[in-house]
T-cell receptor
């Protein structure tokens, strides 16, 4: 069975500072990994995905994530936080060939002016 | 603009009532999903459907059923609502075939059971 663990249910960073949201995965087979974002009162939307091609994945709004098999990690980063980045972020995993995604518990990102 | 539409944003129901949550997608996607979102628990899969009239249990199907009579519509049914089903319900769709993992979500239906 696959699972993801998101360390830190709440993260606060200053505007302009580095954003780092942590995700570790567990999967018995090569995984597909995803980051989704949920803005207030909205559904989730895809930020980026890893599907066994390049290990450094770039997404929308300046976010990127690096797949590290040795660390079973897929952390999300952004060099400089903007106020508009305030949202909840979810990491998700699915084994190759399986449509069902398993989500983490989410990390709420707050940006301090 | 692709869209997943959930019929009700907010519902208030009483214990024991039958509740229908409707979801429609306009992307001709084969796969549709119902998730439940609770603080500190993330999203948990209730049911999903990979074709018309097909359904598969997710991680927390107890107390729920689903119906998919048409490709674009996927309904979640609470036969007898209970207070522990108070939650945010999210519908999503995904194109079939080669897995991309890109779920398209509706805006959610917040259900309160009194």
């Amino acid at each position: 069975a696959q699972s993801v663990t998101q360390l830190g249910s709440h993260v606060s960073v200053s505007e302009g500072a580095l954003v780092l949201l942590r995700c570790n995965y567990s999967s018995s087979v090569p995984p597909y990994l995803f980051w989704y974002v949920q803005y207030p009162n909205q559904g989730l939307q895809l930020l980026l995905k890893y599907t066994s091609a390049a290990t450094l994945v770039k997404g929308i709004n300046g976010f990127e994530a690096e797949f590290k098999k040795s660390e079973t990690s897929f952390h999300l980063t952004k060099p400089s936080a903007h106020m508009s980045d305030a949202a909840e972020y979810f990491c998700a995993v699915t084994p190759f060939g399986n449509e069902k995604l398993t989500f983490g518990t989410g990390t709420r990102l707050t940006i301090i002016p | 603009d692709v869209k997943v539409t959930q019929s009700s944003r907010y519902l208030v129901k009483r214990t024991g009532e039958k509740v229908f949550l409707e979801c429609v997608q306009d992307m001709d996607h084969e796969n549709m999903f119902w998730y439940r979102q609770d603080p500190g628990l993330g999203l948990r899969l209730i049911y999903f459907s990979y074709d018309v009239k097909m359904k598969e249990k997710g991680d927390i199907p107890e107390g729920y059923s689903v119906s998919r009579e048409k490709k674009e519509r996927f309904s979640l049914i609470l036969e007898s609502a209970s207070t522990n089903q108070t939650s945010m319900y999210l519908c999503a769709s995904m194109k079939g075939g080669r897995v991309t993992g890109e779920l398209f979500f509706g805006e959610g239906s917040r259900l309160t059971v009194l």
